[in-house]
């Protein structure tokens, strides 16, 4: 998704972007500031200043080296949080999403306040095709963080797999209120709304967007919006006069959302032609990319592809 308010995922502050711990005193497990040591007395190591090393060390590029501090970090103070929450961002950027899953739920028994930690967890859920349990982080972060609410369109993405698509809908409206100029929100609105109403009125329904300058955005959205082709979404995303790597970047777009658009349409064939399609494309790293993963594992797995999407004028029952 194209937004400016696009959740920090840094590696190199992983530890560090949940709340104002680490910007404060260094704390016992208790959650009390640790007491200071006697003038002249050698200084004792916390876990806080454990994390830092650990977080220097990762800076350096010594994963090794950064994952046996924030072990020791841990092992020094088992009911500090923030020992979990390093060591799950540390699994996130192996690509470890149990792993990760794991110490978040350390990390959230220690501090259930602490809403990254759930919205952190709800991504990594969701990677692992967990959606109903992404869908709940999730739910919980917002009412941790009530204004968080309407820039969470990962939320809304989980909600679509979740089959929760009323839900879903009304995410991707609240999203546009903060980024109106993305027309992949506008693109999973409309995928929620065909699901429970009919494509003619999630065509009816379409979130116009008036500039979006990534290609084939537009052409995606002259597509779902009833003007456009599917031949027209290719032709922008394989323009020759564009690098390797940003041609690569297009196609990945321009078959992740024609496929989705077909699977919405019914066309089960085309919809796995097109996500097979994406995949090579993808990107590391990028957030979209692992969408079309997560797509292509639930329906290969044989979580059943929504049902048909009803014509104009029928609901759900």
């Known amino acids: 998704m194209n937004i400016a308010s696009r959740f920090t995922h840094s590696i190199l502050t992983f530890w560090l972007i949940a709340g104002t711990l680490a910007a404060e005193a260094a704390l016992t497990p208790s959650g009390t500031p640790s007491k200071p040591g006697k003038p002249g007395s050698k200084s004792v190591a916390t876990a806080e200043s454990i994390l830092g090393d650990a977080q220097a060390a990762y800076a350096r590029g010594d994963k090794a080296e950064a994952l046996s501090l924030i072990n020791k970090a841990i092992k020094a103070e088992p009911d500090y949080p923030r020992g979990y929450f390093a060591r799950a961002r540390l699994h996130t950027a192996s690509g470890e999403s149990q792993k990760a899953v794991e110490d978040f739920d350390q ?157 919405v349409h019914g066309d089960m064939k085309k919809s796995r032609e097109h996500i097979g399609l994406s995949l090579p494309q993808v990107a590391k790293d990028d957030y979209m990319g692992r969408v079309a993963m997560v797509h292509d594992k639930l329906r290969k797995e044989g979580d059943k592809p929504p049902a ?9 029952e």
């Not at 992949?184 to 009816?204: I, L, M, P, Q």
């Not at 009833?226 to 690098?243: D, M, R, Y």
């Open 308 to 316: 048909k999407a009803k014509p104009r004028g029928k609901r759900e």
């Open 107 to 263: 990390a959230i028994r220690l501090n259930p306040a602490d809403a990254d930690s759930y919205h952190l967890r709800g991504v990594e859920h969701f990677f692992l095709g967990h959606t109903a349990d992404s869908v709940r982080d999730f739910n919980q972060y917002i009412a941790i963080n009530p204004a968080g609410m309407p820039y969470h369109w990962q939320r809304g993405i989980a909600l679509y797999y979740a089959e929760q698509y009323a839900e879903g809908r009304r995410q991707f409206e609240a999203h546009q209120t903060v980024n109106a100029q993305d027309v992949e929100n506008s693109a999973w609105h409309y995928f929620c709304v065909a699901r429970a109403e009919g494509v003619d009125k999630a065509r009816s329904l379409w979130l116009p967007v008036t500039s979006d300058p990534r290609i084939p955005m537009m052409q995606i959205q002259a597509l779902m919006s009833g003007t456009g082709t599917p031949e027209q979404v290719l032709q922008a995303a394989e323009a020759v006069n564009a690098s390797a790597a940003t041609r690569q970047r297009q196609l990945f777009y321009a078959h992740l959302y024609l496929g989705l658009y077909y699977e």
